[in-house]
């Protein structure tokens, strides 16, 4: 049987992807790219998803949450750069990734300086950072000296 009409409700229930945590985290993050991160809501993102907010409940708890989502999001975009002889080539190479993501995405170093806790996304970062001082032979104090000022220079740069 050839369908030849159908309900504007039955086509946006066919079109619209399932609604899942990680659809939420990239909306969320291409929301407060468009607007700013002050401007997301509960319901803007549920207008934006297409859905009630209360919906988004099922999946998250609630905003820190997404927030928390967001800054994952965001870091896993950042590129691992391999560590190689030179450590000081590798370091730039990672800085530089990271300064890339960080620029399509300027509201994130604040969410990032505001987060209380370290996700795996996050230590998968830090980890590759810590790889390449490792690699120039950098104790592990002067290391922890290191990330704090080429952290303040990248990220202060970038804002």
Do not use: C
């Not at 708890?61 to 391999?82: C, F, L, R, T």
């Not at 104790?139 to 922890?144: G, I």
């Amino acid at each position: 049987m050839e369908r030849t009409l159908t309900s504007p409700a039955t086509d946006k229930s066919e079109a619209r992807a399932p609604l899942t945590k990680e659809r939420v985290f990239e909306a969320a993050v291409a929301y407060a790219d468009e607007n700013g991160l002050e401007e997301l809501s509960m319901r803007k993102l549920g207008q934006e998803l297409g859905v009630e907010a209360m919906s988004l409940y099922y999946h998250v708890s609630n905003k820190d949450e997404i927030i928390d989502g967001m800054a994952d999001h965001v870091i896993a975009q950042i590129e691992i750069q391999p560590i190689g002889d030179d450590w000081r080539v590798g370091m730039r190479r990672q800085i530089m990734a990271a300064r890339q993501v960080m620029a399509r995405h300027p509201w994130a170093i604040g969410v990032l300086e505001t987060r209380k806790t370290l996700s795996p996304v996050i230590m998968r970062y830090f980890d590759a950072v810590a790889g390449q001082f490792m690699q120039g032979g950098f104790s592990v104090d002067l290391m922890h000296h290191a990330v704090h000022a080429l952290g303040s220079r990248m990220l202060g740069f970038t804002q």
